[in-house]
């Protein structure tokens, strides 16, 4: 849509917005309302304007699902209050831009604890219901919409609805997972989950192939709170898929005498410095020299190494914050990726096919020559919700470097892959996508699920007001039998 259809916006909003992986960066009128009243401003400046409205969290999608070129963006950050608390229940009632780190250390001293917790804090929990995030428990607590007991979407209209599995079911289990699609969440209802101590017991040991991970998990499932896996991803065709397991489970009361301590934040607090030493802001100077494919070799090669000698089958007790969110830990770590950025690939297979899979998808990496400098595996189970990324499997989060010399080797080897993921049955997640086509996002949602979606957003926004890069990417023209979703300008 352009200005010239309506009234100009102000220069002076005009803000330059990144996705998370720093492969993307966009200009976009940026907007920051605090409360509903705010928000439904925003939306009458936009339509006016003939924009359309892109929602935007903490902009942690590593790719353009919280960009919205040349349009509104509406930073939902500032609406960060905290509505309700219910310490015996564990029942809170947040706005949207309250983030992660906000919630966990909220309840943490009540002996609570977020059900589901991605692999970074710096998450809103609008974006988190947003895209029906998951955590290292995924095959035990769903992903966080499970948790979710009802909330209030502002329509495109500037109308608020209520929706739980009561009421509007249709929406909820659409919303919850529906990138921003259908509304914008302006309180949340969730359910926490009680902890009685402010530990875990981790045990880290390390595995040899993805068959040999994959049967560890199922073996673990049952007993483990948590588990993930990180693979060498550079180790050659003989170690493919080696890697080393985390596995945690919750202490129950009687297995922690300090747990009045252990449940205050002061003691969950990620260190200031690594190694005693090093500021933890400063950290990833260190690894820059290393940010190249053979540097990163020889970490990856260097972890496996400690970890399957020195560190293996070790059992320690970690605070939930540090193992939750090792990825904090050095701040700023994804710098290193500078210039080109990263994209992560993270695909979901079913369990009788991962293995196979992953080790396909490896040999395609060293086929082209694009190696992810991190890969992290999860278990995962199925869930009601229409846009769901989960499958009863297993998923590889790869994370590659972005480079302007081995660009088109990467989309080759992305494109390979998809293909081999479709053929296994296998799903994506909008939250790291940055290269599926639209075939591909039809493939594994299925013409069903799509179709529901379509006429969800018919209905509740038929001018297609809600759209970002993303959207436009994966369902701009999508016309099963329905014209919806369009491009704004058509459906003025
Ligand atoms: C280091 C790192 C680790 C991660 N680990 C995990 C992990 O373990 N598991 C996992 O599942 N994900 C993980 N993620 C991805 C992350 O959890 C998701 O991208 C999440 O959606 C980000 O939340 P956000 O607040 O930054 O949302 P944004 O990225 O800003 O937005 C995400 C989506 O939600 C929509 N949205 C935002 N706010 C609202 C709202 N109020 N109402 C409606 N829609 C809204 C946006 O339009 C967008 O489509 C990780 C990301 C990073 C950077």
Same mark, same amino acid.
């Given at each position: 849509?352009?200005?010239?259809?309506?009234?100009?916006?102000?220069?002076?909003?005009?803000?330059?917005?990144?996705?998370?992986?720093?492969?993307?960066?966009?200009?976009?009128?940026?907007?920051?309302?605090?409360?509903?009243?705010?928000?439904?401003?925003?939306?009458?400046?936009?339509?006016?304007?003939?924009?359309?409205?892109?929602?935007?969290?903490?902009?942690?999608?590593?790719?353009?699902?919280?960009?919205?070129?040349?349009? %509104?963006?509406?930073?939902? +950050?500032?609406?960060?209050?905290?509505?309700?608390?219910?310490?015996?229940?564990?029942?809170?009632?947040?706005?949207?831009?309250?983030?992660?780190?906000?919630?966990?250390?909220?309840?943490?001293?009540?002996?609570?604890?977020?059900?589901?917790?991605?692999?970074?804090?710096? %998450?809103?929990?609008?974006?988190?219901?947003?895209?029906?995030?998951?955590?290292?428990?995924?095959?035990?607590?769903?992903?966080?919409?499970?948790? $979710?007991?009802?909330?209030?979407?502002?329509?495109?209209?500037?109308?608020?609805?209520?929706?739980?599995?009561?009421?509007?079911?249709?929406?909820?289990?659409?919303?919850?997972?529906?990138?921003?699609?259908?509304?914008?969440?302006?309180?949340?209802?969730?359910?926490?989950?009680?902890?009685?101590?402010?530990?875990?017991?981790?045990?880290?040991?390390?595995?040899?192939?993805?068959?040999?991970?994959?049967?560890?998990?199922?073996?673990?499932?049952?007993?483990?709170?948590?588990?993930?896996?990180?693979?060498?991803?550079?180790?050659?065709?003989?170690?493919?898929?080696?890697?080393?397991?985390?596995?945690?489970?919750?202490?129950?009361?009687?297995?922690?005498?300090?747990?009045?301590?252990?449940?205050? $934040?002061?003691?969950?607090?990620?260190?200031?410095?690594?190694?005693?030493?090093?500021?933890?802001?400063?950290?990833?100077?260190?690894?820059?020299?290393?940010?190249?494919?053979?540097?990163?070799?020889?970490?990856?090669?260097?972890?496996?190494?400690?970890?399957?000698?020195?560190?293996?089958?070790?059992? $320690?007790?970690?605070?939930?914050?540090?193992?939750?969110?090792?990825?904090?830990?050095?701040?700023?770590?994804?710098?290193?990726?500078?210039?080109?950025?990263?994209?992560?690939?993270?695909?979901?297979?079913?369990?009788?096919?991962?293995?196979?899979?992953?080790?396909?998808?490896?040999?395609?990496?060293?086929?082209?020559?694009?190696?992810?400098?991190?890969?992290?595996?999860?278990?995962?189970?199925?869930?009601?919700?229409?846009?769901?990324?989960?499958?009863?499997?297993?998923?590889?989060?790869?994370?590659?470097?972005?480079?302007?010399?081995?660009?088109?080797?990467?989309?080759?080897?992305?494109?390979?892959?998809?293909?081999?993921?479709?053929?296994?049955?296998?799903?994506?997640?909008?939250?790291?996508?940055? +290269?599926?086509?639209?075939?591909?996002?039809?493939?594994?949602?299925?013409?069903?699920?799509?179709?529901?979606?379509?006429?969800?957003?018919?209905?509740?926004?038929?001018?297609?007001?809600?759209? +970002?890069?993303?959207?436009?990417?994966?369902?701009?023209?999508?016309?099963?039998? +329905?014209?919806?979703?369009?491009?704004?300008?058509?459906?003025?």
């Amino acid at each position: 849509m352009n200005s010239q259809n309506g009234l100009k916006l102000p220069l002076s909003r005009l803000e330059k917005v990144q996705s998370w992986g720093m492969n993307r960066e966009v200009l976009g009128y940026v907007y920051r309302p605090s409360t509903v009243a705010g928000l439904q401003e925003v939306i009458a400046t936009a339509r006016n304007a003939g924009r359309s409205v892109g929602i935007r969290g903490g902009g942690c999608s590593y790719g353009d699902a919280s960009l919205n070129s040349e349009n %509104v963006v509406l930073d939902i +950050t500032r609406m960060n209050r905290i509505l309700a608390w219910d310490p015996a229940t564990g029942i809170i009632e947040i706005e949207p831009g309250v983030t992660l780190q906000r919630l966990w250390q909220y309840v943490i001293g009540d002996g609570w604890w977020p059900p589901v917790v991605s692999g970074t804090m710096f %998450v809103t929990m609008g974006g988190a219901v947003g895209m029906n995030y998951h955590g290292k428990n995924n095959y035990k607590m769903g992903p966080v919409g499970e948790h $979710v007991l009802e909330f209030d979407l502002l329509l495109a209209d500037g109308t608020v609805i209520n929706c739980s599995r009561e009421h509007r079911p249709d929406i909820f289990f659409a919303a919850i997972g529906g990138f921003g699609m259908l509304g914008c969440f302006t309180r949340i209802v969730m359910k926490m989950k009680r902890v009685y101590s402010g530990l875990l017991e981790v045990d880290a040991f390390a595995t040899r192939s993805f068959a040999e991970i994959a049967r560890v998990f199922e073996e673990r499932m049952a007993d483990d709170d948590y588990l993930v896996g990180w693979i060498d991803c550079m180790a050659g065709s003989q170690n493919s898929g080696r890697g080393l397991v985390h596995a945690a489970r919750y202490l129950r009361a009687d297995e922690d005498p300090n747990a009045p301590q252990t449940l205050q $934040v002061a003691y969950q607090g990620l260190p200031e410095t690594m190694f005693g030493l090093i500021p933890k802001s400063i950290m990833w100077r260190f690894l820059k020299p290393f940010s190249n494919d053979p540097g990163m070799r020889l970490i990856n090669w260097a972890r496996f190494l400690l970890g399957s000698t020195l560190g293996n089958y070790k059992t $320690v007790r970690q605070s939930h914050a540090a193992f939750a969110f090792l990825l904090d830990y050095v701040p700023n770590w994804k710098l290193v990726y500078r210039p080109g950025g990263l994209i992560q690939y993270q695909s979901f297979i079913p369990a009788e096919h991962a293995a196979a899979c992953f080790d396909e998808q490896m040999a395609i990496c060293r086929k082209f020559r694009v190696y992810p400098w991190l890969g992290v595996f999860k278990r995962h189970r199925t869930d009601n919700f229409l846009m769901t990324h989960a499958v009863d499997g297993y998923s590889l989060a790869l994370d590659f470097p972005v480079r302007k010399r081995y660009e088109s080797r990467l989309n080759q080897a992305v494109e390979e892959m998809n293909r081999v993921v479709l053929e296994s049955g296998g799903r994506f997640y909008f939250a790291k996508d940055s +290269t599926l086509t639209r075939q591909d996002a039809l493939t594994y949602l299925g013409s069903d699920a799509v179709l529901k979606f379509q006429r969800l957003k018919a209905e509740l926004d038929p001018n297609n007001l809600w759209q +970002t890069d993303l959207s436009r990417r994966l369902f701009g023209d999508w016309d099963i039998n +329905t014209p919806h979703p369009r491009p704004l300008q058509e459906a003025r």
